[in-house]
């Protein structure tokens, strides 16, 4: 959320930027917010001036008291309650407007970092940079659900009828390795200095609010029936929420935090879910890292979260790339992105598994998180990036360590988790 001092100073700047993110249906919406801050201001000036008023007339009021001039002092009150009965249609109008300008200024969108390309959508993202090379065997590589079922490691037809589509069931070494990825990336994060965090899986709607827009709120949170909470999608959201409300010192910055968690999203919209496989599931696990900082250094931060990102999946012998996401396809709060994506031999193509986002202060904002400093309390800047989401890297592992024989190689970071295990065999 913008500050509305900041709109009202830069209204086209503002409104240039709704273009850019291809949103012309909200530019109306800084005229209206706006003239919903002007009508606020005056209501404001009109309520500061009466107060004034009642002061001096209490004033007089007492005065004409001593001196026992009773109905003029009677008269002066008459006007005091006058006074009175319009501060509470002023309060009641204030408030109304106030709520009707949070309500606008929610939906605009965050002002876009310079050197975001300008797109409609994810089709023009663009690619920055490739780490590793992509790898085609001579052989065929099967679909990694299949791979999964013929080393006894995957039921999906189970999990559709105990929970339907989008859910699935891990088993055996292919559950365990699914358990290492996520144990391996808890304590490469550890290892960069990161905090680990285990954070609740549940948050209530003024959280949800302040971490996300309302399009991806509606389609992607799941919200408890006859409860004001709902499942967490991913681990930044309560982990953002921790600081809700929050003054934190200066000198205590920047917090860094790597959290676990499983998440949960409806995966409504043009996507879809995966019927036979597991890229894209109502259920998987994710480690996060999530920081906050002074703005200054929030660049600094996001250029190093993503480098993280893809030091991990190189250690695990997995190619990928850095894809800069353009305006079309930032969400609303969101100042710059990158995906992170894993090559793919059996496609022969690059998927997401990882994102990484600066926020700037739009969820300070919301939240009321806000640093200490000697010239008073300022909201701080917020990031988020993926360490590792899986099952999505499990089928990037699976796909570049898939052996002729069937089998899987287990890189070398991943066998002490997997209780010295150098590959997953068939028959094993």
């Known amino acids: 959320m913008l500050d509305i001092k900041f709109v009202r100073d830069n209204k086209e700047l503002v409104k240039e930027n709704i273009k850019k993110k291809f949103q012309d249906h909200k530019l109306k919406l800084v005229d209206e917010v706006i ?33 026992k001039k009773i109905d003029e002092a009677n008269d002066k009150k008459q006007k005091v309650v006058e006074i009175n009965e319009r501060l509470i249609s002023i309060e009641k109008d204030e408030s109304e407007l106030l709520a009707q300008l949070k309500e606008k200024m929610m939906v605009i969108p965050q002002m876009i970092d310079d ?7 994810d089709s023009e993202n663009v690619e920055i940079e490739r780490f590793g090379e992509p790898f085609v065997p001579n052989y065929e590589i099967p679909y990694h659900a299949d791979i999964c079922e013929k080393l ?50 549940m948050i209530r709607s003024d959280v949800v609010t302040g971490v996300m827009s309302f399009a991806e709120m509606e389609n992607m949170m799941y919200k408890i029936e006859g409860e004001d909470l709902y499942l967490i999608g991913t681990s930044e959201h309560s982990m953002i ?87 079309g396809d930032l969400a609303d709060l969101k100042v710059k992105s990158c995906d992170v994506e894993a090559w793919s031999p059996r496609q022969q193509k690059y998927f997401e598994v990882g994102s990484c986002s600066t926020l700037g202060d739009a969820q300070a ?64």
Not at 393 to 415: C, H
Request: net charge neutral; glycine share 8%; proline share 4%.
């Open 35 to 67: 003239y919903l801050d002007e009508k606020i201001r005056k209501l404001k000036l009109e309520g500061d001036n009466l107060r004034k008023e009642r002061n001096n007339i209490s004033n007089e009021i007492g005065i004409l008291m001593r001196d």
């Open 115 to 121: 050197s975001v390309p300008i797109g409609k959508d």
């Open 152 to 201: 006894n490691g995957l039921d999906k037809d189970s999990a559709g009828r105990t929970s339907g589509n989008g859910f699935y069931y891990l088993l055996g070494d292919i559950a365990r390795l699914h358990e290492a990825i996520i144990a391996y990336a808890r304590d490469f994060m550890i290892n960069k200095g990161f905090t680990y965090c285990l954070p609740p899986f």
């Open 241 to 327: 929420g921790k600081f809700k409300g929050q003054i934190i010192k200066e000198e205590d910055l920047p917090i860094a935090m790597t959290s676990y968690s499983p998440c949960f999203r409806k995966e409504v919209g043009a996507h879809g879910l995966e019927e036979r496989g597991l890229y894209r599931v109502h259920q998987f696990e994710k480690q996060e890292m999530v920081v906050l900082c002074k703005p200054e250094d929030a660049m600094d931060w996001y250029n190093k979260m993503w480098k993280y990102t893809v030091e991990f999946f190189r250690s695990l012998d997995i190619p990928v790339r850095q894809l800069e996401c353009c305006s």
């Open 365 to 428: 904002r919301r939240l009321g998180i806000r640093m200490k400093t000697e010239s008073g309390n300022e909201f701080l800047s917020t990031l988020n990036n993926t360490v590792v989401a899986s099952p999505r890297g499990l089928i990037a592992l699976i796909e570049n360590n898939y052996m002729e024989d069937g089998s899987i190689k287990i890189p070398k970071v991943l066998q002490p988790y997997m209780g010295g295990k150098e590959k997953i065999e068939v028959n094993g």
